[in-house]
């Protein structure tokens, strides 16, 4: 039976963080439980696609570590009634390091939690203050021991390439992560996303934003200072042996997955077509969809699948294979490409390209959203 995941998108948040694009909503302390609306969307996809083996299932935000611990734990059951659930299925729970405290950690463990993914961002407080982000680096460091005591499977956040940030400084920074005790890393370059304040800042020009060069020089050293303990399996991600987000691996390998919630989106193959699932962006206009039945699915064109499978695809450092990426998309790698282009980037050393399989190199990683707008036809 086909693995697939389930994303549990829960909205709320304590404070919508100045570079967050995310649809998030600040809720304060007053968390909406949206336990049936769950339900019954889970519901209409069992009902309109049956059974799926589940090997990953993903609370993300928002800020899901804000649920209650009852919450999360009605949620997997009915995920369990409906599903069959592997025994190592991989289940991970995004927090803030600000709302919780040793007993919901302990609580969410017993719950069938099994990973932890820590929005640190910053050990730096001036650059969480600047974040907009309502821990300080104390509270990232206690959350982070505490957390060590219930799980095995640790993610940590951060954020770099900010404004006035040098390389000095981010150096700094990585000597500090690599201490973590932690199985994977996930390090993100600031992007200036519309409608959120960095970008009216940036427009403003409050805020500059650090020169391409010295982005680029951030992100060769990151991959290089990593590499012994965390070597680097996606343009972003870093993990310990064995450790690789199964989840996310699901989407960049073109997998199917379930999204639940607001704006959450999903892929699903029936076994004749691929359908594509995008979620209102209102917690209203999802809560009626749900309410009248309603899911928000179409069906996915060949064309668009392969797309998508060539951005994921190129993201990872094992890259696209041929043979797999025609088994998943129905169509050939070279048909959705421009060979010349293609041919070009590999002249410039930007792709490696062999009979079995291409991959972004080293020096491609750096420039890849340019790369795959020249290839895509």
């Given at each position: 039976?086909?693995?697939?995941?389930?994303?549990?998108h829960?909205p709320?948040c304590l404070?919508k963080?100045?570079?967050?694009?995310?649809?998030s909503?600040?809720?304060?302390?007053?968390?909406?439980d949206?336990?049936?609306?769950?339900?019954?969307?889970?519901?209409?996809?069992?009902q309109?696609?049956?059974?799926k083996?589940?090997?990953?299932?993903?609370?993300?935000?928002?800020?899901?570590?804000l649920m209650?611990?009852?919450?999360?734990?009605k949620i997997?059951?009915?995920?369990?009634?409906?599903?069959?659930i592997?025994?190592?299925?991989e289940?991970?729970?995004?927090?803030?390091?600000k709302?919780?405290?040793?007993?919901?950690?302990?609580?969410?463990?017993l719950?069938?939690?099994?990973?932890?993914s820590?929005g640190?961002q910053s050990?730096?407080?001036d650059?969480l203050k600047?974040?907009?982000?309502v821990h300080?680096?104390?509270?990232?460091?206690?959350t982070?021991?505490?957390a060590?005591?219930?799980?095995?499977?640790?993610?940590?956040?951060?954020?770099?390439?900010?404004?006035?940030?040098?390389?000095?400084k981010?150096?700094?920074?990585?000597?500090k992560?690599?201490?973590l005790?932690?199985?994977?890393l996930?390090?993100y370059q600031?992007?200036?996303?519309?409608?959120?304040p960095?970008y009216?800042?940036l427009?403003?020009?409050k805020?500059?934003?650090i020169?391409e060069?010295?982005?680029?020089k951030?992100?060769?050293?990151?991959?290089k200072i990593?590499?012994?303990?965390?070597?680097?399996y996606?343009?972003?991600?870093?993990?310990k042996?064995?450790?690789?987000?199964?989840?996310?691996?699901n989407?960049?390998?073109?997998?199917?997955y379930i999204?639940?919630?607001v704006s959450?989106?999903?892929?699903?193959?029936?076994?004749?077509?691929?359908?594509?699932?995008?979620n209102?962006?209102t917690v209203?206009?999802?809560?009626?969809?749900?309410e009248?039945?309603?899911l928000?699915?179409?069906?996915?064109?060949?064309?668009?699948?392969a797309?998508e499978?060539?951005?994921?695809?190129?993201r990872?450092n094992k890259g696209?294979?041929?043979?797999?990426?025609?088994?998943?998309?129905?169509?050939?790698?070279?048909?959705?490409?421009?060979s010349?282009k293609?041919?070009?980037?590999v002249?410039?050393?930007?792709?490696i390209?062999n009979?079995l399989?291409?991959r972004t190199?080293?020096?491609?990683?750096?420039v890849?959203?340019?790369?795959?707008?020249?290839?895509?036809?």
């Open positions: 039976m086909k693995k697939n995941s389930i994303y549990i829960f709320y404070k963080c100045n570079y967050c694009d995310f649809v909503f600040p809720c304060g302390k007053g968390v909406p949206l336990t049936q609306i769950y339900f019954k969307e889970l519901d209409l996809y069992y309109k696609f049956g059974l083996n589940i090997s990953s299932i993903y609370f993300g935000g928002g800020t899901p570590s209650s611990v009852d919450m999360v734990e997997l059951e009915k995920i369990y009634t409906l599903y069959h592997e025994k190592d299925c289940i991970t729970l995004e927090v803030n390091p709302t919780v405290d040793e007993k919901k950690l302990c609580d969410f463990q719950s069938g939690i099994n990973r932890l820590l640190i050990f730096d407080d650059e600047f974040l907009g982000r300080n680096s104390n509270d990232a460091v206690h982070l021991e505490l060590r005591k219930y799980f095995k499977n640790i993610s940590c956040d951060f954020i770099y390439a900010l404004p006035n940030q040098t390389m000095e981010w150096q700094q920074s990585l000597e992560i690599l201490l005790d932690v199985e994977h996930s390090l600031l992007i200036f996303e519309p409608k959120t960095f009216s800042f427009k403003s020009g805020i500059t934003p020169s060069s010295l982005s680029k951030m992100y060769e050293y990151t991959n990593l590499k012994p303990k965390f070597p680097q996606e343009i972003s991600n870093y993990a042996k064995d450790f690789e987000s199964r989840h996310n691996l989407y960049w390998n073109g997998g199917d999204g639940i919630g959450a989106s999903g892929r699903i193959f029936d076994g004749k077509k691929h359908f594509i699932s995008e209102p962006k209203s206009e999802w809560k009626n969809n749900i009248n039945n309603i928000s699915i179409k069906t996915l064109s060949a064309k668009k699948r797309e499978m060539l951005i994921m695809g190129l990872k696209i294979n041929f043979t797999e990426f025609k088994q998943n998309s129905s169509i050939n790698f070279f048909d959705i490409v421009d010349k293609l041919n070009n980037m002249d410039k050393k930007f792709l390209l009979n399989s291409i190199s080293v020096k491609g990683k750096s890849l959203d340019a790369v795959i707008r020249e290839i895509i036809k």
